[in-house]
């Protein structure tokens, strides 16, 4: 039998997710997908971008491990424009962390940035598609130029104000 692009051939040869687990049919397209939209130049523009609005230095590793737990994106919001989210939970637990992440979510929202520009709590928790991740993050320093108050750094495209016209007299 010889190998081809959809044959078993053997646990250890099969392509694996972030998490180790085997991935095959369209779970392997969509990850093939995923990583073929992933941009290492915006990971490191969102990872300089969030040590300066929240103040701190990100932990060593992945930005993954850096924002599984939600913390640091809660603190991001808070940062340009206080009290925006809930003050998150710093603990282990998984539903705790995912609703570090959910609470993440709806601030963004409540700053402007459109609900299609949203990661979901799983696409995070479960290292399923960091590039949506990162274009989040992109939205939200899109975002967060028009908040009142906030006077940090930016990220992503200057967003447009509106030049309402007039149409000409007759």
Sequence with gaps: MSKSGGTFTDLKNAQTDANGTPLYGIDKE????????????????CRSWLEVVTGTALPEGTLHEALKSGVVLCNAVNAIKPGVCKAPFTGSMAF????????????????????FSLFQTVTLYENKDMGAVL????????????????????????????NVRQPAAT
């Design 135 to 162: 274009l989040t993050l992109q939205a939200l320093g899109s975002a967060a130029q028009k908040v009142p108050g906030y006077s940090g750094p930016a990220l992503g495209a200057k967003p447009s104000d509106a």
């Design 96 to 115: 705790k962390q995912m609703e570090n992440i959910a609470n993440f979510s709806t601030a963004c929202e409540s700053l402007g940035v459109p609900k």
């Design 30 to 45: 969509l990850a093939e997908k995923a990583a073929s939209k992933y941009d290492p130049a915006l990971e490191a523009d």
